[in-house]
């Protein structure tokens, strides 16, 4: 068999005692930061990137990656106990999470939150790991045309899943398209849009904008939100869930998992779509009595589950196309060009020894979060107990180090500060920013891509129709706009998302 | 006509604004043909989607309805803003001790809750945390102090 021998290889890489270490201080910090309100795996991944520089590519990939799935149990800790979401993935694990604390099951509900995660983050990588291989080698066989179809079709799908308005989230993606081309262009050698500024030669830093927009710009705005938090302290009490329990969620769990896989797979989705889409789905099917928003365990399990498969699998399209489908997973791109790895899926076959490192990395870390967040849950609480006043002042001052070390350029941070504000002022207009980062991060592989394209077709925009891999991607765009715009579904989606 | 919607009004105007600002920047760029784009091709096309998405935004916010928005907190945002530029100033010349110093104190002073003496543990905490991290654990190459 491929896979296990493949996977051999990948645990021999990820069991080495430098690379345990990494995938622990990974999803140590990332179960720290999941639990800290106001700071996310974004902003974490865009601080340690000059740190990443440091390590073996398979090491800073492994630790990076290990702060993304960790943040989503950290998550579910806060939004249980202090009625606030630790990640935006966990909002919806504060409906029935936070009243089941209120009644005194905090520990189980802590539990089984741990127990579903650890369940769908298995399965998930599992999942990565049958699928990924026969993906990229359909990728392999991708041309300019099709790449270009499929990033249309990646941002549409990221548009159409985003919170909000529709319009606002396209004309995000096409200022972030926009903003990606600010430098010099590969083919001419033009400079572009840097405003006779030399800073700009190479281009907006990436890490510098969305450290402004997801660290800066978001402290600015809670900031001015009145923080009424209501800690439920008292005893957590026993952690591991009854066997009635385990009995009663076992379905939520295995539906959470498989819905939160699939939407963790689509650009745009990831963790907190699928939390989403889990619990909505809950409500419906799970068997009675319901006592969904009023501490039915289930609405803790499912979209827990939901969230760490939706958190594993949105590797999937980063791995196997080079495509990110969220904000973190365009910062590991970030990550692996600067060890000179191009994204795409050439890395299987290239590097072996770090994908599949990166895949059992993924059981380890689940394993060390059961750990860490089971027997530990006293020490996250306490953590909970430090004040933001204390907390954002040490995360600007990260942001800036961090912003600073990666080229030891000073203009990087004035990038940072118009962007900061920038960021403000689009949260306070409704407008998504996760669209304007991932469009960002394809403008100049979209123009490359549509470049190359039209070189071989003379010119002839056609060509997008007739490669037929090609058309599929851009039939599947316009049927998901069309069905957006269909007054019914937006109601639905409107419902769906806003609950 | 009345602005119905103000949050999809000014979001409209915003993007015709960077729509323009591209539109302006452009001009000079060669196009090319479709088949041989030149350096102008794409941002070009980008732009002109973009004006015509904030033309829509706009159009339609004065149609529809839409919720109003919330006060702007310009003072934080500013000087937020402006500490982060600061550091950017300071860390070449002053070195990390210095502008993290500012840096901290002045974003602390930015919220509601500001305690001088609370905020003097953080800085310091803070320099000696990065400091020995940063400079020592990691060796980046970042001056301590100011350079003379």
């Not at chain 1, 806060?78 to 966990?90: H, K, M, R």
């Not at chain 1, 096409?174 to 010099?184: A, K, P, W």
């Not at chain 2, 915003?14 to 794409?42: Q, S």
Request: net charge positive.
């Amino acid at each position: 068999m491929d896979v296990i021998s493949n996977l051999g290889l990948g645990f021999g890489v990820a069991l080495t005692i430098q690379n345990t270490a990494y995938c622990f201080i990974g999803v140590l910090l990332g179960t720290i930061i999941g639990v800290l309100p106001g700071i996310g795996p974004v902003t974490t991944v865009a601080m340690l990137l000059p740190i990443s520089f440091t390590l073996q590519p398979e090491s800073a990939l492994i630790l990076l990656a290990g702060i993304y799935y960790g943040a989503q149990y950290g998550g579910s800790t806060t939004a249980i106990l202090v009625n606030i979401p630790g990640e935006a993935s966990s909002v919806v694990t504060t409906i029935d999470g936070h009243q089941m604390a209120r009644q005194g099951r905090a520990g189980p509900a802590l539990g089984i939150a741990a127990l579903a995660s650890f369940f769908a983050g298995c399965a998930a990588t599992l999942l990565i790991a049958l699928a990924a291989p026969p993906l990229a080698t359909i990728a392999l066989q991708f041309g300019p045309a099709e790449y270009f179809s499929l990033m249309v079709c990646g941002l549409i799908a990221a548009v159409v899943l985003a919170r909000g308005s529709l319009l606002k989230a396209v004309a995000m993606v096409v200022l972030g398209l926009l903003l990606g081309l600010v430098g010099t262009d590969v083919n001419s050698g033009a400079r572009r849009f840097n405003f006779g500024m030399t800073g700009l030669a190479d281009g907006i830093e990436f890490v510098a904008l969305s450290m402004a927009i997801y660290g800066i710009a978001e402290i600015v705005y809670n900031l001015e939100k009145q923080q009424t938090a209501s800690i439920v302290t008292g005893a957590v009490g026993r952690v591991w869930p009854s066997v009635t329990d385990l009995k009663r969620c076992a379905g939520s769990i295995l539906r959470g998992t498989a819905l939160g896989a699939i939407l963790g797979v689509l650009p745009g989705g990831g963790a907190l779509l699928a939390s989403f889409a889990a619990y909505t789905l809950e409500k419906k099917v799970a068997t009675p009595p319901r006592q969904f928003g009023s501490g039915d365990m289930r609405g803790v399990a499912a979209p827990e589950a939901a969230n760490n498969a939706g958190a594993q699998t949105s590797f999937i399209p980063m791995l196997t196309l080079g495509i990110p489908g969220n904000p973190t997973m365009a910062m590991l791109i970030g990550a692996l060009m600067i060890h000179g790895i191009a994204p795409g899926p050439r890395v299987m076959t290239d590097r072996p020894g770090l994908f599949w490192g990166l895949i059992a990395s993924m059981w380890l870390g689940n394993l060390m979060l059961v750990v860490l967040n089971l027997p530990m849950i006293g020490l996250w609480v306490r953590l909970l107990r430090v004040p933001y006043r204390l907390l954002y002042p040490a995360i600007i001052a990260f942001c800036c180090v961090g912003a600073y070390t990666i080229n030891n350029k000073p203009f990087d941070l004035f990038v940072m500060g118009f962007f900061a504000i920038f960021g403000y002022v689009a949260l306070k207009l409704d407008c998504e920013p996760a669209p304007l980062i991932l469009g960002f991060v394809l403008g100049p592989m979209m123009e490359e891509n549509l470049r190359r394209a039209l070189l071989i077709s003379r010119g002839d925009p056609m060509v997008f129709l007739q490669e037929p891999i090609s058309l599929a991607f851009l039939v599947a765009a316009a049927a998901l706009l069309i069905v957006i715009a269909a007054p019914a579904v937006r109601l639905k989606r409107a419902e769906a998302l806003n609950e | 006509m009345r602005i119905r919607a103000p949050r999809d009004f000014w979001s409209g105007v915003m993007f015709c604004g960077f729509a323009a600002v591209a539109i302006l920047t452009a001009r000079g760029y060669t196009l090319g043909t479709a088949g041989k784009m030149g350096p102008g091709y794409f941002p070009l096309l980008l732009a002109v989607l973009l004006a015509a998405l904030g033309a829509t935004l706009i159009a339609r916010s004065v149609v529809l309805s839409g919720e109003s928005i919330s006060r702007f907190h310009v003072l934080p945002l500013a000087v937020i803003a402006a500490a982060v530029c600061l550091f950017g100033v300071l860390i070449e010349p002053l070195g990390l001790v210095v502008s993290l110093a500012a840096l901290t104190l002045i974003s602390a002073w930015a919220g509601a809750q500001f305690r001088l003496a609370e905020a003097l543990a953080l800085a310091a905490a803070l320099i000696v945390f990065s400091v020995g991290v940063f400079v020592y654990a990691l060796g980046l190459p970042l001056n301590i102090w100011p350079s003379l």
